[in-house]
């Protein structure tokens, strides 16, 4: 079924903008899944906050013309899936996982920051940890110096008040006289 010029319009639109706020993308030959791995594929992707579209190659050409991902524009041959995010991580993560799980997607290639990354570099890329581990490890390390210094200004009257329970326990009773 062919679109009208009107709908490759909107489809130009559409990804062009998903491309300008994205900082990786990765393009992957899909020939051989069936439609519930990719509605699979669909599902992963949105809850990771990662785009995952299938667009015709001349269309997907034009959405890439004068972006960050210009570099990707020979490489649009065959049945491909475009995945991006803002996340460098999660989008390659994603396609690194499913890929792996699902024989039939090939990654082919990727892009971030105007450059190509292969697959070898994707792949290195998904084992990186992602933006909340790094963002909860930057966390852990801020409160790491406030916590140590409250255990430490509490350890005070905690060991005066041990020592004074010990100078009461190890006194004879005076009262039961």
Do not use: W
Not at 40 to 46: F, G
Not at 93 to 106: G, H, I, P, R
């Amino acid at each position: 079924m062919s679109l009208s010029i009107d709908q490759k319009k909107t489809v130009v639109t559409e990804v062009t903008q998903m491309l300008s706020v994205a900082q990786a993308a990765v393009l992957a030959e899909y020939r051989g899944l069936t439609v519930a791995q990719i509605t699979e594929l669909r599902t992963e992707a949105r809850n990771l906050g990662v785009d995952v579209r299938v667009v015709k190659n001349t269309l997907a050409r034009r959405c890439v013309a004068d972006s960050n991902f210009e570099c990707l524009t020979d490489h649009f041959t065959g049945p491909l899936m475009i995945s991006s995010s803002e996340d460098p991580v999660a989008v390659a993560k994603l396609v690194s996982k499913f890929a792996k799980d699902n024989e039939e997607l090939k990654i082919t290639i990727g892009a971030m920051n105007g450059d190509l990354l292969d697959v070898s570099a994707i792949q290195a890329l998904a084992k990186l940890p992602g933006r909340e581990e790094l963002l909860a490890t930057l966390v852990g390390t801020m409160a790491a110096p406030m916590t140590k210094l409250v255990q430490t200004l509490n350890e005070v009257p905690s060991k005066f008040v041990r020592t004074l329970a010990a100078v009461r326990d190890s006194r004879p009773d005076e009262q039961a006289a």
